[in-house]
Nanobody
Framework: HVQLVESGGGSVQTGGSLRLSCAAS????????MGWFRRVPGLEREGVAA????????FYADSVKGRFTISKDNAKNTLYLQMSSLQPNDTGMYYC?????????????????????WGQGTQVTVS
């Protein structure tokens, strides 16, 4: 039974940085894909970045590549999203998600429907 809790959101000026955290429990190491998603005003929730808890593939949406970095600390059961060069259109609610099993492709890892476990979200506002 997976539980996810996001934190680290807030308000930041254009060009600034934020680091989001996702504290996870109830999953086995090396067997889950975990991702960050966001819902920006006027758009559907979409994938930002994802990776496997056991390492290997890392996936980024084109819109954040080079600006955002996803990472993990398995000892702390925590997933991170380091966000830099933030722009106003990065504003939105950011969610952590997890799904068991290996084998996700890039498309699957950044697709909302691929995930069964979700946190409540943390708000990011860039102005």
């Amino acid at each position: 039974h997976v539980q996810l809790v996001e934190s680290g959101g807030g308000s930041v000026q254009t060009g600034g940085s934020l680091r989001l955290s996702c504290a996870a429990s109830g999953y086995s190491s090396n067997t889950f894909c975990m991702g960050w998603f966001r819902r920006v005003p006027g758009l559907e929730r979409e994938g930002v970045a994802a990776m496997y808890t056991g390492g290997g593939s890392i996936f980024y949406a084109d819109s954040v590549k080079g600006r955002f970095t996803i990472s993990k600390d398995n000892a702390k059961n925590t997933l991170y999203l380091q966000m830099s060069s933030l722009q106003p259109n990065d504003t939105g609610m950011y969610y952590c998600a997890a799904e068991k099993g290996p084998g996700m492709t890039y498309f699957q890892a950044l697709r909302v429907r691929s995930y069964n476990y979700w946190g409540q979200g943390t708000q990011v506002t860039v102005s």
